[in-house]
Nanobody
Protein backbone atom coordinates (compact mmCIF):
# COMPACT_ATOMS: atom_id res chain seq x y z
CA UNK A 1 0.00 0.00 0.00
CA UNK A 2 1.04 3.57 -0.80
CA UNK A 3 -0.39 6.44 1.22
CA UNK A 4 -0.44 9.95 -0.28
CA UNK A 5 -1.19 13.18 1.59
CA UNK A 6 -1.47 16.52 -0.21
CA UNK A 7 -1.00 19.95 1.33
CA UNK A 8 -0.76 23.57 0.25
CA UNK A 9 -4.18 24.27 -1.23
CA UNK A 10 -5.53 27.76 -0.55
CA UNK A 11 -7.67 30.63 -1.77
CA UNK A 12 -5.70 32.98 -4.04
CA UNK A 13 -6.41 35.76 -6.50
CA UNK A 14 -5.75 35.45 -10.25
CA UNK A 15 -2.08 35.91 -11.06
CA UNK A 16 -0.86 34.67 -7.70
CA UNK A 17 1.12 31.51 -6.99
CA UNK A 18 0.77 28.38 -4.88
CA UNK A 19 3.01 25.43 -4.14
CA UNK A 20 1.40 22.05 -3.51
CA UNK A 21 3.23 19.19 -1.85
CA UNK A 22 2.53 15.48 -1.57
CA UNK A 23 4.06 13.19 1.03
CA UNK A 24 4.23 9.51 0.11
CA UNK A 25 4.50 6.78 2.71
CA UNK A 26 4.08 3.04 2.93
CA UNK A 27 5.56 0.97 0.11
CA UNK A 28 7.38 3.92 -1.45
CA UNK A 29 10.01 1.62 -2.98
CA UNK A 30 7.30 0.22 -5.27
CA UNK A 31 6.40 3.61 -6.79
CA UNK A 32 7.17 3.94 -10.50
CA UNK A 33 5.70 7.34 -11.41
CA UNK A 34 3.99 10.19 -9.61
CA UNK A 35 1.81 13.03 -10.81
CA UNK A 36 -1.00 15.48 -10.17
CA UNK A 37 -4.61 15.34 -11.32
CA UNK A 38 -7.36 17.87 -10.71
CA UNK A 39 -11.13 17.93 -10.79
CA UNK A 40 -13.05 21.17 -11.18
CA UNK A 41 -16.77 21.55 -10.42
CA UNK A 42 -18.81 19.98 -13.20
CA UNK A 43 -15.71 18.64 -14.92
CA UNK A 44 -14.04 15.26 -15.22
CA UNK A 45 -10.78 14.58 -13.49
CA UNK A 46 -7.83 15.49 -15.69
CA UNK A 47 -4.10 14.94 -15.66
CA UNK A 48 -2.17 18.11 -14.80
CA UNK A 49 1.44 16.93 -14.73
CA UNK A 50 3.54 13.85 -14.13
CA UNK A 51 7.14 12.83 -13.77
CA UNK A 52 8.23 10.16 -16.24
CA UNK A 53 10.24 7.15 -15.18
CA UNK A 54 13.35 8.82 -16.63
CA UNK A 55 12.68 11.97 -14.60
CA UNK A 56 11.36 14.10 -17.45
CA UNK A 57 8.22 16.12 -16.66
CA UNK A 58 5.06 16.11 -18.73
CA UNK A 59 2.40 18.85 -18.56
CA UNK A 60 -1.10 19.34 -19.80
CA UNK A 61 -1.22 22.06 -22.46
CA UNK A 62 -3.41 24.21 -20.23
CA UNK A 63 -0.69 24.56 -17.56
CA UNK A 64 2.48 24.37 -19.65
CA UNK A 65 4.78 27.28 -18.89
CA UNK A 66 3.00 28.13 -15.64
CA UNK A 67 3.27 24.96 -13.53
CA UNK A 68 6.40 23.05 -12.55
CA UNK A 69 6.40 19.51 -11.18
CA UNK A 70 9.31 18.13 -9.20
CA UNK A 71 9.95 15.23 -6.88
CA UNK A 72 12.27 13.83 -4.32
CA UNK A 73 12.77 10.22 -5.46
CA UNK A 74 9.92 7.98 -4.28
CA UNK A 75 9.15 10.25 -1.35
CA UNK A 76 7.68 13.70 -2.02
CA UNK A 77 6.07 15.39 -5.00
CA UNK A 78 5.67 19.14 -5.54
CA UNK A 79 3.69 21.32 -7.90
CA UNK A 80 4.67 24.97 -8.24
CA UNK A 81 1.72 26.85 -9.73
CA UNK A 82 2.36 30.36 -11.05
CA UNK A 83 0.10 32.87 -12.79
CA UNK A 84 -2.99 31.09 -11.55
CA UNK A 85 -6.22 31.54 -13.48
CA UNK A 86 -9.83 31.06 -12.37
CA UNK A 87 -10.01 27.95 -14.55
CA UNK A 88 -7.25 26.39 -12.42
CA UNK A 89 -9.64 26.20 -9.46
CA UNK A 90 -10.13 22.55 -8.59
CA UNK A 91 -9.42 19.83 -6.09
CA UNK A 92 -5.86 18.71 -6.80
CA UNK A 93 -4.96 15.06 -6.24
CA UNK A 94 -1.54 13.54 -5.83
CA UNK A 95 -1.28 10.25 -7.71
CA UNK A 96 1.20 7.40 -7.87
CA UNK A 97 1.59 4.25 -9.91
CA UNK A 98 3.57 1.27 -8.72
CA UNK A 99 5.50 -1.36 -10.64
CA UNK A 100 2.41 -3.58 -10.82
CA UNK A 101 0.34 -0.77 -12.40
CA UNK A 102 -1.62 -0.21 -9.21
CA UNK A 103 -2.83 3.38 -8.93
CA UNK A 104 -3.04 5.40 -5.72
CA UNK A 105 -4.72 8.72 -4.99
CA UNK A 106 -4.52 11.15 -2.13
CA UNK A 107 -7.59 12.74 -0.58
CA UNK A 108 -7.09 15.99 -2.48
CA UNK A 109 -6.41 19.61 -1.60
CA UNK A 110 -8.66 22.50 -2.61
CA UNK A 111 -7.30 25.30 -4.79
CA UNK A 112 -9.60 28.28 -5.23
CA UNK A 113 -8.75 31.14 -7.61
CA UNK A 114 -11.07 34.10 -7.33
CA UNK A 115 -10.93 37.87 -7.50
Amino acid sequence: QVHLVESGGDLVQPGESLRLSCAASGSVASIETMGWHRQAPGKQRELVALVNIDGRPHYADSVKGRFTISKDPKNTLNLQMNSLKPEDAAVYYCTATDWHNMNYWGQGTQVTVSS
